[in-house]
């Protein structure tokens, strides 16, 4: 690979996975985000949306040298309206060059013109000027030489190094004009145009196969993959801490505190973000235990009866992650949780270092790693938290959590996951809680079909499905789980409780999950078949239970 020299100021074409490259440029980094550790790296604001990155320089390419290239293989309207904002600051910086240049001679002909009105008369004052000339010129001179070493001496050194040494500002602190983006093109820039750019190829930055952009997405975010730093804090709540041998950590309510309301709510404002089934229960109980809460949904009626109960509305996620110190989030699938985040007034653009972000919903692996790298790449801090449980036990405040990603904000969450649910697990880096979530709804969901699967036999061999629920309910099998999806089905009555079509969402997900690592999952497979068929009879938006009415159609 051809080696790059890049500079502060620099126009870029940024790149990360599968994402398209984008045009951006280098630019100081606020002064309260830290450079990550690890490969040499560049912070990059990017054209056309209110990103910005670090991005490590293996994944960044010159603007000119690459412009042609990037407009043929990336035709978004989005990615077009980006190029042209570049178009645009250049064009500005090309005009302002200009301007300066025509002052410099006006300026150039008006000294002239003073010189010869101020031109000395008496041959005493010609002498005097002349040897005040001949110490000017030999000090000038003497400056050429101080000069010219000067710039040998910076030949040598890195160009990070020489960016740092010309910048008169503090490290850290964003130039003056960063907001228009008016810096004019550097002069390496133009350099690299004119030198030898055949041999460079994008590093690949992850080992899976590059994928299609998800056309969802309404912009994007190139970050590091670097993990988060993770701090530890001891828990100063009522909490009964428990160390398994998985090394998973456990918080539960030292006396069942989500049931007496018994929780010293924290003093952070917390946002939450999708009052659905299960967000719905969680927001109520928050307010319950005292808690301070901003909300937000796409059907803004559901915020109403919050609204009545104390909580304050957010007009945008934007404005509630701006407005608050945590804000959780639970929506209905990868697709809810990318737009949620990256879309329009979404959470990215209210993520400012220090901002906490908490996502409830249950996503993939890859979605929920995709998240966490573009919240920590702006400062924030990330922890992912899908439950498990339905609406009567979010109602209840009796969910279980799964948590991972950030360990010091998972203690911060304590009173609330206290208020909304009877356990929560933290199992380390992100993705974990993803993975663990998906794996115990592949259980539930295979559960649910083949208890589906059991009435119907029973029924059509002439055995009476009240009686196969009794003796159930006097085995092992016996749960709660069993004895209220039995009686949705006894009974006729579908309303949702967990929806059909988020239960098949998980399994087609657990099934790609173990795809991914080549583990059969046959069983999964062939439950998710009769809750597609369940899904064909129109009954995506009944109770999970209403897979039963794929048997008997």
Not at 56 to 74: G, S, T
Not at 231 to 245: D, F, G, P, R, V
Not at 389 to 405: E, K, P, R, T, Y
Not at 519 to 543: G, I
Request: proline share 5%.
């Amino acid at each position: 690979m051809a080696a790059v020299s890049l500079r502060l100021g620099d126009l870029v074409w940024g790149k990360l996975g599968r994402y398209p490259p984008w045009p951006g440029k280098i630019v100081n980094p606020p002064k309260d985000l830290k450079k990550p550790r690890g490969k040499k790296c560049f912070f990059v604001k990017f054209f056309g949306t209110e990103d910005h990155a670090w991005i490590k320089v293996e994944q960044l390419k010159p603007y000119h040298a690459h412009k042609e290239e990037m407009i043929k293989i990336n035709k978004g309207k989005r990615f077009q309206q980006a190029v042209d904002a570049v178009e645009e600051f250049l064009r500005r910086a090309k005009g302002k060059d200009q301007t300066s240049s025509h002052n410099s001679a006006d300026d150039k002909n008006r000294r002239n013109s003073s010189e010869e009105r101020s031109r000395p008369n008496s041959g005493d004052e010609k002498r005097k000027l002349s040897l005040s000339e001949g110490k000017v010129k030999k000090n000038m001179g003497e400056g050429k030489k101080r000069v010219s070493s000067g710039s040998s001496e910076r030949g040598s050194k890195s160009p990070l190094k020489r960016a740092q040494e010309q910048s008169p500002r503090k490290r850290g602190r964003p130039p003056k004009d960063e907001k228009d983006l008016t810096i004019p093109e550097s002069s390496t820039v133009k350099g690299i145009m004119a030198g030898p750019m055949a041999a460079f190829k994008w590093q690949p930055a992850v080992s899976e196969p590059v994928k299609d952009a998800d056309p969802h997405f309404h912009h994007f975010l190139l970050s590091q993959t670097e993990k988060p730093a993770v701090c530890y804090q001891a828990i100063t709540k009522k909490l009964k801490i428990c160390e398994e041998e998985t090394g998973s950590t456990s918080i539960q309510a030292a006396d069942s505190t989500a049931v007496n309301g018994s929780i010293t709510p924290t003093d952070k404002k917390i946002g939450f973000l999708g009052l659905g089934l299960m967000g719905s229960g969680i927001v109520s109980n928050l307010l319950k235990m005292g808690h301070t809460v901003t909300v937000w949904n796409r059907t803004a009626e559901k915020c109403d009866l919050f609204i009545q109960e104390g909580a304050r509305l957010g007009r945008t996620p934007a404005e509630v992650v701006s407005t608050c110190d945590i804000t959780f989030a639970c929506v209905s699938d990868p697709k809810a949780a990318k737009d949620l985040v990256l879309g329009p007034s979404g959470v990215l653009q209210g993520i400012r270092p220090g901002k906490c972000y908490v996502d409830m919903s249950t996503v993939d692996a890859d979605t929920v790693t995709e998240l966490a790298q573009v919240i920590v790449s702006r400062g924030g801090r990330f922890l992912e938290a899908p439950v498990s449980g339905n609406q009567q036990l979010s109602n209840d405040g009796m969910l279980v959590i799964l948590a991972a990603g950030d360990r010091g904000l998972y203690e911060d969450c304590s009173s609330c996951f206290q208020a909304m649910g009877k356990t929560s697990f933290f199992l380390g880096e992100v993705g974990n809680a993803a993975k663990m979530m998906l794996i115990v709804n592949m259980v539930q969901g295979s559960f649910m079909a083949t208890i589906a699967e059991g009435l119907t036999l029973a029924q059509v061999t002439g055995q009476s499905q009240q009686t196969l629920l009794d003796i159930l309910n006097q085995g092992q099998l016996a749960s709660i789980f069993l004895d209220q999806k039995c009686q949705n089905i006894l009974q006729g009555n579908f309303k949702p409780d967990f929806y059909l079509k988020y239960i098949q969402k998980d399994l087609r997900l657990a099934i790609a999950l173990g795809d991914a690592v080549n583990h059969p999952t046959p069983m999964a497979a062939a439950a998710n078949e009769v809750y597609k068929r369940a899904k064909a009879l129109d009954q995506s938006d009944n109770d999970m239970s209403a897979v039963y009415r794929a048997y008997i159609h």
